[in-house]
C-alpha cells in the first residue's frame, strides 16, 4: 500500500469536489482499486498529514459536519473575495436572530421563537432559511394544531465552518456583537436552562427520523429518542 499515493489522491479529491467529503466517501473511492484498500485509520492519518502539509499556508484543510474540505484562510479572504462578482448575501438583524435561537433552542415552534424574540417571525425569514437548507422541520410538538418544529441541519454547520453544534460558541461570547441583541441572549439563556424537548407543562415531541439534522454525536434514533424524551414520528 502506497500512503503516499492515499495521500494525493485524497488530496485530489478534495480540491476538485465542490463538497465536504466524508471518511466514507473518500474510502469508497479506492471501491473498485485492487492495489490500494485504505481502512479509516489510513484515511484518516492521511487528512492528518495533509492538514500539517497545508499549514500556514492560503488553504486550510478543516473537518465541518459533512466532511472534510478546502477553503482560503480567513487571512487571505479580502483578497480571493475579488475573484468573484457577486456579493456574499447579507442578511437581516430579524433573520439572524431567529436563526440563532433556532440554534440554540431546537428543536422549536414558529411560536415559541416569536415568544422569545418579542416580535412577530415573518414567513419570508422561514423561507429563506427553509431554502438556504440551514433548518429543517424536524416534527410536530404534541399540541393542539400539532405546530412544526424547526431545527439546524448539516449545511448550516458547514456554512458557518463548524463540526457540531457544542462548537456553537456560549452565548455570553456573542452578547457584544453589535448586530446581536444583549436581551435576546438573556432570553435564550433562560430558556436554554429547560429541558429543549420538554415543556414545563409536560407537553411532548414527535420528532421526524432525518440524517440531515444536526446532533452533536452520532447516534441511533432510538437512543435520541430516549434521551431526549420525545416520541419517534411514525408514518
Given at each position: 500500500?502506497?500512503?503516499?499515493?492515499i495521500?494525493n489522491?485524497?488530496?485530489?479529491?478534495?480540491?476538485?469536489s465542490?463538497?465536504?467529503l466524508?471518511?466514507?466517501r473518500?474510502?469508497?473511492?479506492f471501491?473498485?482499486?485492487?492495489?490500494?484498500?485504505?481502512?479509516r485509520?489510513?484515511?484518516?492519518?492521511?487528512?492528518?498529514?495533509?492538514q500539517?502539509?497545508?499549514e500556514g499556508?492560503g488553504?486550510?484543510l478543516?473537518?465541518?459536519a459533512s466532511?472534510?474540505?478546502?477553503?482560503?484562510?480567513?487571512?487571505?479572504?479580502d483578497w480571493?473575495?475579488?475573484?468573484?462578482?457577486?456579493?456574499?448575501?447579507?442578511y437581516s438583524?430579524?433573520?439572524?436572530?431567529?436563526l440563532?435561537?433556532?440554534?440554540?433552542?431546537?428543536?422549536i415552534?414558529?411560536s415559541?421563537?416569536?415568544?422569545?424574540?418579542?416580535?412577530?417571525v415573518?414567513?419570508t425569514i422561514?423561507?429563506?432559511l427553509?431554502?438556504?437548507e440551514w433548518?429543517?422541520?424536524?416534527?410536530?410538538?404534541?399540541?393542539?394544531?400539532?405546530?412544526e418544529l424547526l431545527?439546524t441541519?448539516k449545511?448550516f454547520l458547514?456554512?458557518?465552518?463548524?463540526k457540531?453544534?457544542?462548537?456553537?460558541?456560549?452565548?455570553?461570547?456573542?452578547?457584544?456583537?453589535?448586530?446581536?441583541?444583549?436581551?435576546?441572549f438573556?432570553?435564550l439563556e433562560?430558556?436554554?436552562g429547560?429541558?429543549?424537548?420538554?415543556?414545563d407543562?409536560?407537553?411532548?415531541i414527535?420528532?421526524?427520523?432525518?440524517?440531515?439534522?444536526?446532533?452533536?454525536e452520532d447516534?441511533?434514533?432510538?437512543?435520541v429518542?430516549?434521551?431526549a424524551?420525545v416520541?419517534?414520528?411514525?408514518?
Amino acid at each position: 500500500m502506497s500512503e503516499k499515493k492515499i495521500k494525493n489522491i485524497i488530496e485530489a479529491a478534495l480540491m476538485v469536489s465542490t463538497q465536504p467529503l466524508s471518511v466514507k466517501r473518500l474510502i469508497n473511492l479506492f471501491e473498485e482499486d485492487k492495489t490500494l484498500q485504505p481502512n479509516r485509520d489510513n484515511i484518516k492519518k492521511a487528512i492528518i498529514d495533509l492538514q500539517k502539509d497545508f499549514e500556514g499556508r492560503g488553504v486550510n484543510l478543516i473537518e465541518v459536519a459533512s466532511g472534510f474540505r478546502f477553503q482560503a484562510d480567513d487571512e487571505y479572504a479580502d483578497w480571493v473575495n475579488h475573484l468573484f462578482d457577486e456579493r456574499p448575501p447579507r442578511y437581516s438583524r430579524a433573520l439572524l436572530e431567529t436563526l440563532s435561537i433556532i440554534a440554540y433552542r431546537q428543536p422549536i415552534t414558529r411560536s415559541e421563537i416569536e415568544d422569545i424574540r418579542g416580535v412577530g417571525v415573518s414567513g419570508t425569514i422561514t423561507k429563506t432559511l427553509l431554502e438556504r437548507e440551514w433548518i429543517k422541520v424536524v416534527g410536530h410538538r404534541d399540541v393542539p394544531g400539532r405546530p412544526e418544529l424547526l431545527a439546524t441541519t448539516k449545511l448550516f454547520l458547514d456554512y458557518f465552518n463548524l463540526k457540531k453544534l457544542s462548537d456553537l460558541p456560549p452565548l455570553e461570547d456573542i452578547k457584544d456583537f453589535d448586530s446581536i441583541n444583549p436581551d435576546l441572549f438573556e432570553a435564550l439563556e433562560k430558556e436554554l436552562g429547560k429541558d429543549n424537548n420538554q415543556t414545563d407543562d409536560g407537553d411532548t415531541i414527535s420528532v421526524i427520523d432525518s440524517e440531515e439534522t444536526t446532533t452533536t454525536e452520532d447516534v441511533d434514533d432510538d437512543d435520541v429518542a430516549e434521551s431526549a424524551k420525545v416520541i419517534p414520528f411514525s408514518n
